[in-house]
């Protein structure tokens, strides 16, 4: 399941690492973002191996856009979940989609014609 959010930065938790039962070593990073909806609510998410790199020159207040997915698994009977981000995108960002139209000047209108012949119609 993969889902976006977006919100403000609030705080990049301390990057752990070790090694597994198998024997390879891993990290992870934990980072916090309050949404901007009505009511607002603090999420933290985990970027795993070369992931934690997304995160590096962002500072805390930036707005950014999140992308994630969601995974559950049982261990002795209980439920573990992590909120696993693989893309972060600065609010704002040059290249990042949004849905508003481009800003409209008077440079945007076309000349007129230098026909004065009074007939705007095409037919």
């Known amino acids: 399941m993969s889902m976006q959010v977006k919100g403000t930065l609030l705080q990049i938790l ?9 024997g390879k070593e891993w ?3 934990d ?5 901007n909806e009505q009511f607002p609510k603090k999420v933290c998410f985990t970027l795993f191996g070369d992931k934690i790199s997304l995160i ?5 207040g930036s707005e950014l856009e999140v992308f994630f997915s969601l995974e559950s698994r049982d261990f002795n ?5 992590n909120i696993n981000a693989w893309k972060i ?16 000047s008077t440079g945007d209108i076309p000349p007129e014609s230098g026909d004065d ?3 705007d119609l095409p037919f």
């Not at 980072?31 to 949404?35: A, D, G, H, N, Q």
């Not at 009977?77 to 979940?81: I, R």
């Open 27 to 29: 990290k992870k990073q």
């Open 56 to 60: 590096d020159g962002i500072t805390e």
């Open 77 to 81: 009977g209980k439920w573990y979940h």
């Open 89 to 104: 995108e600065r609010a704002g960002a040059v290249g990042a989609s949004n849905n508003y139209p481009p800003d409209f």
């Open 31 to 35: 980072f916090v973002i309050e949404t």
């Open 14 to 22: 301390k990057m752990e690492s070790g090694v597994s039962k198998a």
């Open 117 to 119: 012949s009074g007939n």
